[in-house]
């Protein structure tokens, strides 16, 4: 393990939203597994970390850890998880007015930023976890997962974004449809609010593969930005704060693609 590895920082706090009491407590043991799991690998390294080890150390029985987890190295997944869903939901939550590329940027500062919501300590955990995720090919497909998964939750917020002056069949209010006919009271025949998009959708018809992979890679252009200065900074031992730090860093990626055509995406759509 690296010199800088962290023995006693807390590691950052779960967020996102959770839907009933029963959801709620899973999702509460699966961070305190990760919790678990995080601590140990920073303080013994991974190869000296067992499943074991972590289910003890979470307070759960081994049975417990693996209806959770298929192995060690996804119990951190979750951490990882953390981070990816906060800087989204932050895009997510800009105003629709805010261009694209200041929103990507705003959300990156809110959520890197060592002291909005997480703190520098556990930032030491962050990079820790990623050297290892360098390290360890199977601890390095689970971080190429979460990003993944990033990317797709990405897409879905610029297809909210892109969608909310349209209505669902891809046609603005006031405009006519392939029938001539005006959505005027910004609804269609089914009654369906103008610009409502539904998760995992585009506001398009679904069969516009054109605009899917249009906002796709989108997605994994910004994405791949903040990854890029997450493993850039991780690689060295600048602190979490100021000009060499991960907020830094990807702003400066992403300030590079403020010429990206983003709106392209809704070429014949």
């Given at each position: 393990m690296s010199s800088t590895t962290p023995t006693t920082p807390s590691p950052p706090p779960a967020s996102g939203p959770v839907t009933s009491l029963t959801e709620r407590r899973k999702a509460e043991t699966r961070m305190e597994i990760a919790r678990a799991a995080a601590a140990l690998f920073v303080r013994q390294g991974l190869r000296a970390t067992r499943a074991e080890d972590i289910a003890q150390a979470a307070g759960v029985a081994p049975r417990t850890f693996y209806r959770y987890f298929a192995g060690k190295e996804e119990a951190v997944g979750p951490l990882y998880a953390?981070?990816?869903?906060?800087?989204?939901?932050?895009?997510?939550?800009?105003?629709?007015?805010?261009?694209?590329?200041?929103?990507?940027?705003?959300?990156?500062?809110?959520?890197?930023?060592?002291?909005?919501?997480?703190?520098a300590a556990s930032w030491e955990w962050v990079r820790t976890l990623i050297r290892l995720a360098e390290e360890n090919p199977s601890l390095r497909r689970v971080w190429a997962e979460v990003c993944q998964a990033s990317e797709r939750s990405l897409a879905e917020v610029l297809a909210e974004?892109?969608?909310?002056?349209?209505?669902?069949?891809?046609?603005?209010?006031?405009?006519?449809?392939?029938?001539?006919?005006?959505?005027?009271?910004?609804?269609?025949g089914d009654g369906t609010p103008a610009g409502q998009v539904t998760a995992g959708r585009l506001p398009y018809g679904s069969d516009n593969v054109a605009a899917l992979a249009r906002l796709r890679f989108a997605a994994a252009v910004a994405g791949s930005a903040v990854r890029a200065a997450m493993e850039a900074w991780a690689a060295?031992?600048?602190?979490?704060?100021?000009?060499?730090?991960?907020?830094a860093l990807a702003s400066a990626n992403l300030a590079a693609l403020r010429d990206f055509p983003w709106g392209d995406w809704t070429a014949d759509a």
């Open positions: 953390t981070g990816a869903q906060r800087w989204v939901e932050a895009v997510r939550a800009a105003p629709a007015e805010v261009p694209l590329p200041q929103a990507l940027e705003d959300a990156v500062r809110h959520t890197l930023t060592p002291g909005r919501g997480v703190s974004r892109v969608g909310a002056d349209r209505a669902p069949g891809g046609w603005a209010r006031g405009e006519k449809n392939e029938r001539g006919e005006k959505d005027e009271r910004g609804e269609r060295g031992d600048a602190p979490p704060e100021g000009p060499r730090g991960p907020a």
